[in-house]
């Protein structure tokens, strides 16, 4: 078995994957959400503070696993240094003590993996993975090793967008589901927001811009909250939509993921479903539970590491960006 722990951002979380067969036999995660909506964002120095109360909390319930534990696994980037810290410092001490190899993963890739939870990899997939931190679509070949960037964002990403307008709308933090609700009760036509690099034949994404339109349509007070919501998440998603379209263009794809915490979206699953049946691609989206951050998805990735021996030394640093 592989204990896995996951603190990038706000979400205190470990598993215990079992290696043969991938089946997850434990998985806890404590969120930190409610501590955070006041300030309307993650406070790096609180989510510190709280997963050093609540990552010791799941441990110890994870200690009748001990004795059958092959590995130690944990976030080690992108994210906040700070809080990549807590979990790291944990898992090098389990490693010490358990005399256990560690593995250090990939946030960004357990995204992907959250799609393959108990499951095998599909050897040939394309993913939007859209996140607090990221908006990027991957292209994964013959699996982790094989990862290729087909865009990102040039500025702020798709969930941080929803968070900035929710910020603005004085509404609690995380904006993404406050924002998808909301906007179920307002007119998506109301107000018609310029769709980012329209004009741009580039295949990248930006949010700044629809950003700061949403602000001046906040500062001219004609408009409701919920047609503010349903019309900017109408922008945001059409923007995704008008450049994978660009993209599907020379590349389309067999198997099509979308993962990260926005992909609970459910107006953003439909559209990607109209995309699925016109392009004629399979589908795939992470359970409800598994969108947002959580160690089931590092335990899966971790499984296939601990196969390929990718270990890493004691010296395994944090780091708050990677690159493809
Ligand atoms: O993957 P995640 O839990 O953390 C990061 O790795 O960033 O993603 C969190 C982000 C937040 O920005 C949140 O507002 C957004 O995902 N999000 C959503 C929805 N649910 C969460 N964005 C749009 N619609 C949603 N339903
Ligand atoms: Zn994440």
């Not at 706000?10 to 909506?37: C, G």
């Not at 949010?207 to 004609?222: P, T």
């Not at 990260?260 to 559209?271: F, P, T, Y």
Request: with cysteine; hydrophobic share 40%; charged share 25%.
């Amino acid at each position: 078995m592989i204990l896995s722990i996951e603190s990038s951002c706000d979400d205190s979380s470990i598993a215990i994957t079992e290696i043969d067969s991938k089946k997850l036999l434990f998985h806890k995660k404590i969120s930190q959400e409610l501590e955070h909506s006041k300030y309307g964002g993650v406070v790096p120095e609180l989510a510190s503070r709280l997963h050093l109360e609540a990552l010791p909390k799941i441990l110890e319930e994870t200690k009748p696993f001990f004795k059958n534990l092959k590995a130690i696994a944990v976030t080690n980037a992108p994210g906040l240094s700070v809080t990549l810290n807590e979990g790291v410092m944990m898992a090098k001490a389990l490693s010490v003590s358990l005399n256990l190899p560690l593995i250090g993963v990939n946030h960004l890739i357990g995204h992907i993996y959250s799609v393959f939870i108990e499951k095998d990899v599909i050897d040939n997939i394309m993913i939007l993975l859209v996140s607090g931190g990221h908006t990027k679509v991957l292209e994964m070949k013959g699996g982790y090793t094989n990862i290729t960037e087909l865009a990102t964002t040039i500025d702020d990403s798709f969930g941080e967008s929803f968070d900035k307008v929710a910020k603005m709308l004085n509404l609690e933090y995380p904006g993404g589901p406050i924002i998808e609700k909301m906007a179920l009760n307002g007119n998506e036509n109301k107000i018609q927001f310029p769709i980012p690099l329209r004009q741009s034949s580039e295949i990248k994404f930006s949010y700044s811009g629809l950003k700061n339109a949403v602000r001046l349509a906040i500062e001219s007070g004609e408009y409701s909250k919920e047609d503010i919501a349903a019309s900017f998440q109408k922008a945001a998603i059409t923007h995704l939509m008008m450049k994978l379209k660009k993209l599907f263009k020379t590349k389309i794809p067999t198997n099509f993921a979308i993962v990260g915490g926005a992909s609970a979206n459910l107006k953003l699953r439909d559209e990607l479903q109209k995309m699925a049946e016109k392009y004629r691609f399979n589908l795939i989206y992470p359970e409800l539970k598994y969108c947002s951050d959580n160690a089931a998805m590092i335990g899966r990735i971790a499984v296939d590491m601990y196969k390929n021996k990718d270990f890493s030394n004691l010296d395994l640093e944090v780091k708050a960006r990677v690159e493809f």
